[in-house]
């Protein structure tokens, strides 16, 4: 069997993911990796070789799917355009409010170029945003709710980090129970923000610096904090290291709605994860082989995960998911 060609661009959290969920894979092969550094620097856990991303181009003959594991702030919205003019590409952009713009710009790229670009893929953007659509479809009656953790923010971290005075932190998500409930008791509740979560953060500090002051900074932070009932614990970085380094999360997407005699249904999907990078970089995995199957049958364009049929994710054949799955 003949198997998928896998590239990765870029060598973080997520990059490291992939890496490992090619393995898992029995269809595909790690062929490369890319990156903006120097390739001798990279440690990698494979014998994949590197190569810097200026080469890629002069590789599009070896390559059938790249993974793009940038960054969603600055990296994909250059990169994954630019990767789709040579190769059928798959990201995880998740900046919500830029998906439809992100969305033209690699769909011109890959309509140049004739390739497959599938955006946005991971669980939310992208799992969560499946079970809304079924949700929604089958329960048009009704209201959507989404709840995210207990998990690691690192958006939230990096912006404690910025803080002067702050030499690590991380910060947690916590979904409210008592909202949670009220929503899967089919109530329908209309929740504020404060309501559905709170935050807890763990800050390690330079010494001498006004622990006070820093708190009032985080919990008063506009955008980040200054919604929702934050909790602040000042911690070594020690303790950081050995207690708050890994990358967990999760969440839920519950729809409360009634059926035609106004019957109540709850529909809850939900995730618990111990690491959020390798599990989104197990989706993109999936991905990459429906990114796959649609070029070899003349596909070309942007997709998101709300065009393509689940079929074309899993390794087995269409005959076999229809006599073990259906």
Known sequence: ????????????????????????????????????????????????????????????????????CGGSAKDLPVQTPEMAKYFNVVDSFDTHAKIPEHFAKVDEACRISGKVGIISV???????????????????????????????????????????GVTDARQYTIPCEAAMERVRNGENPTLSVREKHTRECFVAVEDGVDKTAVENEIVNMPNYFSDYDTTVHFVTEEELKKNHSELPHGGSV?????????????????????????????????????????????????????????SYLHSESCEWLRKNLL
């Not at 069997?1 to 973080?12: P, S």
């Not at 019957?263 to 809850?268: D, L, N, S, T, Y």
């Not at 999907?269 to 970089?281: A, V």
């Open 122 to 164: 991971g669980w939310d953007p992208g799992m969560f945003s499946l079970n809304r659509i079924y949700a929604q479809a089958i329960l048009p009656d009704g209201r959507d709710y989404t709840f995210w953790g207990r998990g690691v923010s690192q958006g939230h971290s990096d912006a404690i980090r910025r803080i002067p």
């Open 254 to 310: 519950i729809r409360c709605g009634v059926t035609g005699d106004g019957h109540r249904c709850v529909i809850e999907y939900k995730l618990t994860l111990d690491s959020n990078p390798e599990f989104t970089s197990c989706i993109l995995a999936a991905y990459a082989r429906a990114a796959f199957r649609l070029s070899r049958e003349n596909v070309c364009g942007a997709k998101t995960v709300m065009d393509i049929a689940p």
């Open 1 to 68: 069997m003949k198997k998928i060609r896998i590239a990765i661009a870029g060598y973080g959290n997520l990059g490291r993911g992939v890496e490992l969920a090619v393995r898992q894979n029995a269809d595909m092969e790690l062929c490369a990796i890319f990156t903006r550094r120097d390739p001798k620097s990279l440690a990698v856990k494979s014998e994949t070789p590197v190569y810097h991303i200026s080469e890629a181009p002069d590789m599009r003959d070896k390559i059938d799917v790249v993974i793009m």
